[in-house]
């Protein structure tokens, strides 16, 4: 068997430290260097070897590349949708830059496998609201979902010009309880827990009948490493991968939370990210996923509720 040396660029953001630590569960610990411009988050501290690393440089990055010996490469830093809109340029400039860094050095060195993450966000508000499916009307209009939907192509380009074995995700909304959501529009999902057991209260910057995507992180990771460990043969899409798991509202997320926190209580503020969470589909059809690698979901709200609120707990 070959031995692989995995790179994981963004460790120590939300996806990035679950991911890392179950990434060192199958390569072992020493065989999966953790990288992120910010410092080490603490989950990862003493797990394996970290380092400090900006993608944007890269001249460093093949440095590392080459000094570590690796074999595979997840690219996860990125700048999200609502942080996005503040900072238009540098949203592009870093989710576009980066990820062509990381598919040249793959190309050059012959990296097996490289994993980029793409969002649900690539959908505009032609695309069909329910049950958006695989290939359909992709007209976005945020900033980090046409750099997601240029990245896709990219995707595709090395994989078809370059043979870059690289796969990808259209990840929901994420929910997580051990390393904090950066700035995205979904995160108000993550929030709410915190502020229920805190504060009995949460003031929610959606509407109480935004339905968004969105998945719990256990799901989330299973879904990354099974795509990844999938046969090359069964990987048919290499643009990017629908994937669901759960489609709810701020005001139906609340009423889960109340089963358990009976004084709870939700308002609502709706701010600029009401309009990004409009602008994209409630549901998403991920029946390529299902029949290509066997994708399955396990988390239901009930369960994902129990299970946040006792880990936070
Ligand atoms: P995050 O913001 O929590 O983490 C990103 C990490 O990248 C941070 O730790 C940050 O310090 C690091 N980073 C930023 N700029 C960097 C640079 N120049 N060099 C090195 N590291 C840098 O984001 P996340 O939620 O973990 O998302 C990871 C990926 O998954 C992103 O591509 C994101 O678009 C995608 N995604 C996330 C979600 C979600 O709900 N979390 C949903 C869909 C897609
Ligand atoms: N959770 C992400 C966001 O809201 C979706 O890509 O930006």
């Given at each position: 068997?070959?031995?692989?040396?995995?790179?994981?660029?963004?460790?120590?953001?939300?996806?990035?430290v679950?991911?890392?630590?179950?990434l060192?569960?199958?390569?072992?610990?020493?065989?999966?260097?953790?990288?992120?411009?910010?410092?080490?988050?603490?989950?990862?501290?003493?797990?394996?070897?970290?380092?400090?690393?900006d993608?944007?440089?890269?001249?460093?990055?093949?440095?590392?590349?080459?000094?570590?010996?690796?074999?595979?490469?997840?690219?996860?830093?990125?700048?999200?949708?609502?942080?996005?809109?503040?900072?238009?340029?540098?949203?592009?400039?870093?989710?576009?830059?980066?990820?062509?860094?990381?598919?040249?050095?793959?190309?050059?060195?012959?990296?097996?496998?490289?994993?980029?993450?793409?969002?649900?966000?690539?959908?505009?508000?032609?695309?069909?609201?329910?049950?958006?499916?695989?290939?359909?009307?992709?007209?976005?209009?945020?900033?980090?979902?046409?750099?997601?939907?240029?990245?896709?192509?990219?995707?595709?380009y090395?994989?078809q010009?370059?043979?870059?074995?690289?796969?990808?995700?259209?990840?929901?909304?994420?929910?997580?309880?051990?390393?904090?959501?950066?700035?995205?529009?979904?995160?108000?999902?993550?929030?709410?827990?915190?502020?229920?057991?805190?504060?009995?209260?949460?003031?929610?910057f959606?509407?109480?009948?935004?339905?968004?995507?969105?998945?719990?992180?256990?799901?989330?990771?299973?879904?990354?490493?099974?795509?990844?460990?999938s046969?090359?043969?069964?990987?048919?899409?290499?643009?990017?991968?629908?994937?669901?798991?759960?489609?709810?509202?701020?005001?139906?997320?609340?009423?889960e939370?109340k089963?358990?926190?009976?004084?709870f209580?939700?308002s609502?503020?709706?701010?600029?990210?009401?309009?990004?969470?409009?602008?994209w589909?409630?549901?998403?059809?991920d029946?390529?996923?299902?029949?290509?690698?066997?994708?399955?979901?396990?988390?239901?709200?009930?369960?994902?509720?129990?299970?946040?609120?006792?880990?936070?707990?």
């Amino acid at each position: 068997m070959v031995k692989e040396k995995v790179l994981v660029i963004g460790a120590s953001g939300q996806i990035g430290v679950e991911l890392t630590l179950a990434l060192r569960r199958i390569y072992g610990n020493a065989n999966v260097v953790a990288s992120d411009l910010r410092e080490e988050n603490q989950l990862l501290k003493g797990t394996g070897p970290y380092v400090s690393m900006d993608v944007m440089n890269k001249e460093m990055l093949h440095v590392q590349v080459i000094r570590q010996g690796i074999t595979q490469i997840y690219l996860l830093a990125a700048i999200l949708s609502a942080t996005g809109e503040k900072n238009p340029n540098l949203a592009w400039h870093l989710n576009m830059q980066s990820l062509l860094n990381v598919l040249d050095i793959a190309r050059e060195e012959k990296i097996h496998k490289v994993y980029w993450p793409s969002s649900i966000a690539v959908f505009g508000p032609t695309s069909p609201k329910n049950d958006c499916p695989q290939r359909t009307i992709i007209e976005p209009t945020t900033v980090y979902g046409i750099s997601k939907y240029a990245g896709e192509f990219w995707c595709n380009y090395y994989f078809q010009r370059y043979g870059v074995d690289v796969r990808s995700l259209r990840y929901p909304g994420l929910i997580s309880y051990k390393s904090a959501p950066g700035g995205g529009t979904t995160d108000y999902a993550v929030e709410i827990y915190h502020e229920a057991l805190e504060e009995k209260q949460y003031t929610c910057f959606l509407k109480e009948d935004t339905y968004l995507p969105m998945m719990y992180m256990p799901d989330a990771i299973r879904a990354t490493i099974e795509l990844m460990e999938s046969p090359v043969e069964k990987v048919s899409v290499r643009t990017s991968y629908n994937l669901s798991a759960l489609s709810f509202s701020p005001k139906e997320i609340a009423a889960e939370i109340k089963t358990h926190i009976p004084e709870f209580s939700i308002s609502y503020a709706p701010d600029y990210r009401q309009q990004i969470a409009d602008s994209w589909p409630a549901s998403i059809d991920d029946s390529v996923a299902r029949s290509d690698w066997g994708w399955k979901p396990e988390f239901d709200l009930a369960r994902m509720t129990k299970d946040m609120l006792d880990n936070l707990k």
